[in-house]
C-alpha cells in the first residue's frame, strides 16, 4: 500500500478547515438574528479558549501557559492580540455582518490579505514589486464592485457603515498577523492568551450592557462559530502548514473558501447571488493569487 506523504495529509486537513471556513459567513448571520453581536462573540471566544485548552491538554503542552504568563513580555503582547482578536476584529466584523447582505461582508473583509501586503511593504520597509501592485489594483477594483453592489440588499441600498465597518475588519485582521510575525510560542498557547484575554474584555463590556440570554438555536450557532471558525479550524490549519512540503499549494486552497460560502449564503439564507457579487469577488480573489502566484515564483 502506498504510503500517505505529508503533503497529501495537508491538503486533506486543509481541505477540511476550508469546508468549514465556508460555513461561517452563513452561520454568523444565522447567529446574528439570534442574539446582540456581543453575546455571540463571548460565547464564541469562550468556546474557542476551551478548544485551544483541550488542545494543549492532549498534546501535553498546557505547561506553555505559564511560560507565556510568566513573562511580562509575552503577557503584554498576549493581552494587545486578544484586544486585536477575538475583541476588536470580531466586534466590527459581526457588526458589519449585521448591517450587510453576507455575500458583501465576507468578501470585503476577505480583501485583508491585500491590506497585508501594503501593510508589510509600508511597517517592514518591503519594496513592493510590480505584480504586487497591479495585484492590489485588481483587487481594489474587485472591492469598488461590491461596494457598489446595491442590488444585493433588500433595501435596495448598501449601508455604507457596514462597508466600512467591513473593510476596517479587513485592516485589524492584517494588524494581527503583522504582530504575529515574530511570535514565539507554541500556537495553541497563544490562541487561549488571546481568547482568554478577549473573553475578559467581553464579560466587561457586556456587564454594563446587560443583553438578553440567547435561544438554543443561537447558542447552538455561537458555539458552532467558536469552534469552525475561531478555534479548531486554526489548529488544523497550523498542522497542514506543518505538514506540507508545499505551503504555497495549500494555501491557494483558502481561496477555495469564499466561493463555497457563496453557495450556502444562496441555498440557506436565501439571498440572491448577481453578477457584480461575483465578479467582485474574483476579482478580490484574482488579485491576491496574481500576487501570491507571481511572488512564489521569485523564491
Do not use: C
Request: aromatic share 14%; net charge positive; hydrophobic share 55%.
Amino acid at each position: 500500500m502506498k504510503r500517505i506523504t505529508g503533503q497529501t495529509k495537508a491538503l486533506l486537513l486543509a481541505g477540511i478547515v476550508v469546508l468549514f471556513w465556508s460555513t461561517v459567513a452563513t452561520a454568523f448571520k444565522i447567529a446574528l438574528e439570534e442574539m446582540h453581536f456581543t453575546m455571540l462573540l463571548l460565547i464564541s471566544s469562550v468556546t474557542a479558549l476551551l478548544v485551544s485548552f483541550a488542545d494543549l491538554l492532549i498534546r501535553g503542552k498546557v505547561s506553555s501557559i505559564i511560560t507565556i504568563f510568566s513573562e511580562p513580555k509575552s503577557l503584554g503582547k498576549s493581552a494587545f492580540m486578544g484586544l486585536l482578536n477575538p475583541f476588536l476584529y470580531y466586534m466590527v466584523l459581526f457588526k458589519a455582518y449585521s448591517l450587510l447582505p453576507a455575500q458583501i461582508a465576507q468578501p470585503l473583509n476577505y480583501s485583508w490579505q491585500v491590506v497585508l501586503i501594503i501593510m508589510i511593504s509600508i511597517f517592514l520597509k518591503q519594496k513592493m514589486k510590480w505584480y504586487q501592485v497591479l495585484g492590489i489594483i485588481i483587487s481594489f477594483a474587485g472591492i469598488l464592485v461590491l461596494s457598489g453592489n446595491n442590488a444585493a440588499s433588500a433595501e435596495g441600498k448598501l449601508s455604507l457603515i457596514g462597508i466600512i465597518l467591513a473593510l476596517g475588519s479587513a485592516f485589524i485582521w492584517a494588524t494581527y498577523w503583522l504582530s504575529k510575525i515574530d511570535t514565539k510560542y507554541d500556537a495553541s498557547a497563544g490562541l487561549f492568551a488571546n481568547f482568554l484575554f478577549g473573553s475578559i474584555y467581553l464579560i466587561v463590556i457586556l456587564m454594563f450592557m446587560q443583553p438578553e440570554l440567547p435561544s438554543f438555536k443561537g447558542l447552538f450557532a455561537g458555539i458552532y462559530v467558536g469552534v469552525f471558525e475561531m478555534g479548531l479550524t486554526f489548529i488544523l490549519w497550523g498542522k497542514a502548514l506543518n505538514l506540507a512540503t508545499n505551503r504555497v499549494t495549500v494555501t491557494q486552497l483558502t481561496y477555495l473558501s469564499p466561493v463555497l460560502s457563496l453557495f450556502l449564503i444562496h441555498f440557506i439564507l436565501g439571498e440572491s447571488i448577481g453578477i457584480a457579487t461575483v465578479v467582485g469577488l474574483f476579482l478580490i480573489i484574482g488579485g491576491i493569487l496574481f500576487s501570491s502566484i507571481k511572488f512564489s515564483k521569485q523564491k
